[in-house]
C-alpha cells in the first residue's frame, strides 16, 4: 500500500474527508477532458453543448 493511500484511509477513520460523498472511485485524469468523441468529423469539443454532456452517458468513464 503507497503511503498516498494509508493518508487516505487516515482521513477516512478520522473524518476529515468526506469520501462517501464522490463514491469509492473517483478519476482525476478524466477531469476537463474530452470523454469520447462520437462526432462525424471528429470535433468532440463542439459536438455537445457543456448542458447536453452534463446529462450525457458516457461508455467510458465514471461520470
Known amino acids: 500500500m ?3 493511500e494509508r493518508h487516505r484511509l ?3 477513520r478520522e473524518d476529515k474527508q468526506p469520501w462517501y460523498r464522490w463514491g469509492p472511485y473517483l478519476s ?5 477532458t474530452v ?8 470535433e468532440a469539443w463542439d459536438f455537445l453543448t ?14
Open 35 to 42: 470523454r469520447e468523441d462520437y462526432s462525424p468529423n471528429g
Open 28 to 32: 482525476e485524469r478524466q477531469w476537463g
Open 50 to 63: 457543456h448542458d447536453q454532456a452534463r446529462s450525457h452517458t458516457y461508455r467510458w468513464g465514471e461520470d
Open 2 to 4: 503507497t503511503e498516498a
Open 10 to 12: 487516515q482521513e477516512v
